[in-house]
């Protein structure tokens, strides 16, 4: 129970550290040999989360928690910890195909950036598609004949709950990472301890619930808006009410402005296959460019399928994808892993995630670079589509 509780407040705050559970299969419910097959991460709130939830909606099902390092499913996926050799390998050692009569694998659809579903059925021979973003929508999905998730279960969402969320663990990384500056100048400075460690969460919490609202590009620009914004509200309170020196006033509003910047730089988080460097940080979200080589596309929907943020578009006349909405793009890779036609050209760096959280985390390995997302390969034969986009091309 005390190690339960302990686990649901890491949770609650650290959960930008990975936390894994055992990699392996799980019997939800009481499933049987025609039961769904389902693959998740092995971080931990995932895990409990997918269980929950198939509970809650009484499905009953076969849950294979895959070895990801026990990092989240998308950041495992742009990490290079939730590959096509992970499916392969968590699927041999669960020895899951012993239990079923049917080979049909679901995947969540945040990892497709890290796997290629055309390269996963010819290894295994299972025929892997992608399901719902959400696992609150796996029962809709599940319910209905064809094997394709709506676009509202496609799109990533980042509503205000979630947000808070984020800003009480970006508070809580941040904390990691100066526990030992504030620590070692509160040795001169009374108060500087809890006050700064009030401010990082107040910030933290802030910026996070004002992200969409704050002027200037993602990064830096956002951070010292906030920063701006803040720095003016306490120099009016410290002057006026508090009657704090100027020289106070001036060292906290630095202070502050210092942390936003931080934190702006925190914020927007990384894409998979961007390298963040100076010149993002400073002039904000990367210039990403991705476009469909007519030619080659066979319309067979799986980039629509696999986009998060609804960045294709079909054209009503020739059935083939293009780019609509470049601007939503977060590189994130999942079209050109998946796209059995390599119709997709990018600019984006070759895979290596530079989330900073990782960066701090070195343990975790993030940093190592993962070979770029490879479609298959190129031949002059169409590629297999039944056309559903969400599968693997078998008509069956
Ligand atoms: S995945 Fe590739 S081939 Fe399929 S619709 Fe998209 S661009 Fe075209
Ligand atoms: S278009 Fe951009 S956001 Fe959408 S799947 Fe491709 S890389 Fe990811």
């Not at 998730?149 to 990691?176: C, I, K, W, Y």
Request: proline share 7%; hydrophobic share 45%.
């Amino acid at each position: 129970m005390i190690r339960g509780l302990l686990e649901d407040l890491w949770l609650l705050f650290g959960r930008m550290f990975p936390l894994p559970t055992t990699p392996g299969l799980r019997e939800v419910g009481r499933p049987d040999r025609s039961s769904p097959v389902l693959v998740t991460c092995n971080f931990s709130l995932t895990v409990r989360k997918v269980i929950r939830t198939l509970e809650r909606d009484g499905i009953d099902a076969w849950l294979v928690v895959a070895p990801t390092r026990g990092i989240n499913v998308w950041c495992a996926a742009g990490g290079g910890h939730f590959t096509t050799d992970t499916v392969v390998s968590i699927l041999e050692t669960s020895a899951v195909a012993e239990r079923v009569d049917h080979r049909r694998l679901i995947l969540p659809q945040l990892a497709a950036t890290g796997i290629n579903i055309w390269s996963l059925k010819e290894r295994t021979g299972w025929k892997p598609r992608f399901g719902p973003l959400r696992i609150d929508d796996l029962a809709s999905y599940l319910e209905r004949d064809k094997p394709l998730t709506t676009p509202a279960e496609r799109r990533v969402h980042f509503p205000l709950q979630d947000r808070l969320v984020m800003g009480t663990n970006l508070a809580f990384a941040s904390l990691v990472f100066f526990v030992l500056p504030i620590a070692v100048a509160s040795i001169w400075l009374s108060g500087f301890w809890w006050r700064s460690i009030l401010l990082i969460f107040l910030l933290a919490v802030l910026g996070s619930l004002l992200v969409f609202r704050l002027p200037g590009k993602p990064g830096l620009q956002k951070g010292l808006s906030l920063g701006a914004i803040v720095v003016t509200v306490f120099v009016v309170v410290a002057q006026v009410w508090w009657e704090m020196s100027s020289s106070s006033t001036i060292a906290w509003g630095g202070w502050i402005l210092f942390l936003t910047a931080y934190l702006g730089y925190d914020l927007p988080s990384w894409s998979p296959l961007w390298r963040a460097d100076v010149k993002e940080l400073l002039f904000g979200k990367r210039h990403t460019q991705i476009e469909i080589t007519q030619d080659r596309c066979t319309g067979c929907h799986l980039c629509d399928v696999v986009c998060p943020v609804d960045v294709f578009e079909r054209n009503g006349e020739t059935g083939k994808y293009f780019v609509a909405h470049l601007d939503a793009c977060q590189a994130c890779g999942a079209c050109v892993e998946n796209c059995p036609a390599d119709a997709i050209v990018t600019n984006f760096s070759s895979g290596v995630c530079s989330c900073p959280t990782c960066t701090v985390i070195k343990g975790v390995g993030a940093l190592e670079a993962r070979p770029p997302a490879a479609a298959a390969p190129i031949t002059d034969a169409a590629p297999p589509t039944c056309g559903c986009g969400s599968c693997s091309g078998d008509p069956s």
